[in-house]
């Protein structure tokens, strides 16, 4: 604690780092998943297709993939970034398709009775119902993200892995519980925050 107050302008620098990396991951995944995941949805082949894909690509270890990008982009932030993206799409992917799947038929079919095109039918019935499952999906995706971008340290991403790798090599205890304990307090926040919203949604589509 004593270190940790004496040097919270390092731990403040390293946080804001992480979660610039895992903002930015998160938010190119979700478009990504939102236009694949609404075209699967709908499409058999491709749904099988990018999950097939998607899994794959979460499967890969996360050094092993670092490593791999490092000859395409090199070191720094790009790398961890395309990184968090390839390990978020899976998850992502597969509960935006699903939310919309699970939509009853009978909703649809009523809308269209109303008059509505296919595009009004996803703005206002399809996603609205298939939000909450969409947010648990971005939930599992963001807990995820926190915890795997420790790791980007090691391409010089800078964010929390830092602070736990410096301490580790320079056996200083109080600099890897700084990193590591404010690596779990963003993860618990962020899963907190989310799963209330979740919750909030669920008894709206109730």
Not at 94 to 115: F, I, S, Y
Request: aromatic share 6%.
């Amino acid at each position: 604690m004593t270190w940790f107050l004496r040097n919270w302008d390092q731990v403040a620098v390293a946080l804001l780092q992480h979660i610039v990396i895992c903002v930015t991951s998160l938010a190119i995944a979700f478009a990504v998943s939102m236009v694949v995941g609404i075209y699967a949805a709908r499409h058999e082949r491709v749904y099988r297709w990018s999950l097939g894909v998607s899994g794959l690509l979460y499967t890969i270890p996360t050094l092993a993939f670092l490593a791999l990008l490092i000859p395409v982009v090199g070191l720094g932030r790009a790398n961890a970034i395309i990184c968090m993206v390839a390990f978020s799409l899976m998850i992502l992917i597969r509960n935006v398709a699903t939310g919309l799947r699970e939509v009853p038929g009978d909703v649809v079919e009523a809308a269209k009775g109303m008059g509505m095109n296919a595009a009004e039918i996803l703005r206002r019935i399809e996603l609205p119902l298939a939000l909450p499952v969409i947010v648990a999906g971005l939930r599992i995706a963001t807990v995820t993200v926190i915890s795997v971008a420790v790791v980007a340290a090691y391409v010089n991403a800078g964010g929390l892995g830092t602070l736990i790798f410096s301490g580790i090599s320079s056996d200083h205890a109080p600099k890897i519980w700084a990193g590591a304990l404010t690596a779990c307090a963003l993860a618990v926040v962020a899963d907190l925050g989310l799963s209330g919203l979740e919750r909030r949604l669920r008894r709206r589509a109730a």
